[in-house]
């Protein structure tokens, strides 16, 4: 089993490991869109680039950037992820809505 902390909504959730982060962080009430993104989300398909989160703790326990993160997140810094493309494999802490780097 593998922890996932939301820093932001002082939430933490326990979730089977392999698990998707956009999907678990939704279903537990969660909130991963600006209201643009809530406009325009792709549903989890890695189209939009709309559900980033900025991993705080644990980037090791999570799967590999996809080649979809690399190019919608090439202006963010190498925290950053698509929740939709980010499995978890153990304890992790996340911040939701990250504001962009100037």
């Known amino acids: 089993m593998a922890s996932i902390k939301f820093i932001k909504e002082e939430k933490d959730i326990v979730v089977p490991n392999g698990s998707n982060l956009r999907f678990k962080a939704l279903e537990n009430g969660i909130d991963l869109y600006t209201f643009k993104g809530k406009m325009i989300n792709c549903g989890g398909y ?3 680039g709309t559900c980033v989160v900025e991993i705080s703790e644990g980037m090791a326990n999570l799967s590999p950037r996809t080649a979809v993160e690399d190019q919608k ?6 925290n950053c992820r698509l929740a939709c493309q980010t499995m978890v494999q153990g304890p992790v802490s996340v911040i939701t809505k990250p504001q962009k780097s100037k």
């Not at 997140?73 to 190498?78: A, D, V």
């Open 46 to 48: 890695g189209q939009c």
């Open 73 to 78: 997140l090439r202006k963010r810094s190498e």
